[in-house]
């Protein structure tokens, strides 16, 4: 396995960022339209909340990530800018119609819903994630929908809601290598916790497309992540995602490794090889990143043409006997 490179000088809070990871400050006509529709229909997206990178590209070329139920999450992982708390049951239950509203005008084909956790909730929000999803669907047959959820605590019933309510695409995170996770994430979350959500909902509903993301820089390594490229085979995850971990806070976890845009790609390579049906790789690739949605996009597209195709041969067969 290759090593290694372009180690984080880790006696500073925040390790000076390499050319490869420096992008512009956000601007443009569109990026600012989207910026006011979202605050007056008070939205939250996760492109503002988890201060993506690639917000800039992302919303000029009219693409965003909803972010449901608050900007206050129950969980404190160490990797994320949201802010943590206890919502104490609040959401707001008109927001399904408020994200639909706002997706209609801003002309999406594709669009990604995702959410902050919410422990405080009786069923952690799954009803109200669900019920965004439908109302999309319902008023938009023809959007392609992605969902990137929490894990529920692994509760299938709730993981079955959302699954139920027809998105295209259904993504957890595992996050890091399992070596890394109670350094990284909440206790609440875990390793085979979040496996199991990818597995389940592959046994639900087998032709729904899994997908999830792995942070690279944390310390983890080249044996670990091929461990972890294994495990998601083998529950039959379609979608890995690699990007780089950035310090988002002076009191977050410190980047221990900047990796460089070859060992990317040879991460990239070696995901193929083993059988992933798509895989984005790149240090400002992250898991909502809208550079896998064109591809997704064509995959749903044709396998929803194979089906309408079996569908037609099946009746020309019957009427044919």
């Given at each position: 396995?290759?090593?290694?490179?372009?180690?984080?000088?880790?006696?500073?809070?925040?390790?000076?960022?390499?050319?490869?990871?420096?992008?512009?400050?956000?601007?443009?006509?569109?990026?600012?339209?989207?910026?006011?529709?979202?605050?007056?229909?008070?939205?939250?997206?996760?492109?503002?909340?988890?201060?993506?990178?690639?917000?800039?590209?992302?919303?000029?070329?009219?693409?965003?990530?909803?972010?449901?139920?608050?900007?206050?999450?129950?969980?404190?992982?160490?990797?994320?800018?949201?802010?943590?708390?206890?919502?104490?049951?609040?959401?707001?239950?008109?927001?399904?119609?408020?994200?639909?509203?706002?997706?209609?005008?801003?002309?999406?084909?594709?669009?990604?819903?995702?959410?902050?956790?919410?422990?405080?909730?009786?069923?952690?929000?799954?009803?109200?994630?669900?019920?965004?999803?439908?109302?999309?669907?319902?008023?938009?047959?023809?959007?392609?929908?992605e969902v990137l959820t929490p894990d529920f605590k692994g509760r299938e019933e709730y993981i079955a809601k959302i699954v139920d309510a027809g998105p295209d695409v259904f993504a957890h995170n595992v996050e890091t290598v399992e070596r890394l996770q109670k350094k990284a994430r909440d206790p609440r979350a875990g390793y085979a916790q979040s496996l199991g959500v990818l597995a389940f909902v592959k046994k639900h509903d087998p032709t729904r497309y899994t997908k999830t993301s792995l942070m690279l820089g944390l310390g983890e390594t080249d044996e670990e992540v091929m461990k972890t490229l294994s495990d998601l085979r083998e529950v039959e995850c379609d979608v890995v995602t690699f990007g780089q971990y950035l310090q988002p806070t002076k009191t977050k976890l410190k980047v221990e490794e900047f990796v460089t845009p070859e060992k990317f790609d040879w991460w990239k390579a070696r995901a193929e090889e083993m059988g992933f049906l798509y895989v984005a790789s790149g240090a400002l690739v992250r898991s909502s990143y809208r550079a896998g949605e064109f591809f997704m996009r064509g995959i749903i597209e044709k396998r929803k043409q194979e089906i309408a195709a079996a569908a037609q041969l099946a009746g020309t067969t019957t009427s044919g006997e």
């Open positions: 396995m290759q090593e290694n490179t372009a180690k984080a000088n880790t006696s500073k809070r925040f390790a000076p960022k390499p050319e490869w990871l420096k992008v512009r400050a956000p601007s443009g006509e569109k990026y600012h339209e989207i910026k006011e529709l979202l605050k007056s229909l008070n939205l939250a997206t996760v492109c503002q909340e988890a201060r993506c990178p690639n917000i800039a590209e992302c919303w000029g070329g009219g693409t965003a990530t909803f972010m449901l139920m608050g900007e206050v999450c129950t969980r404190g992982c160490r990797f994320c800018s949201v802010k943590t708390g206890n919502p104490k049951g609040k959401i707001d239950n008109d927001e399904p119609e408020k994200v639909g509203h706002a997706i209609a005008q801003m002309n999406l084909d594709y669009v990604v819903i995702t959410s902050v956790d919410r422990d405080d909730l009786p069923d952690e929000g799954s009803g109200h994630f669900a019920r965004t999803v439908a109302t999309i669907k319902k008023n938009r047959p023809d959007l392609l929908v």
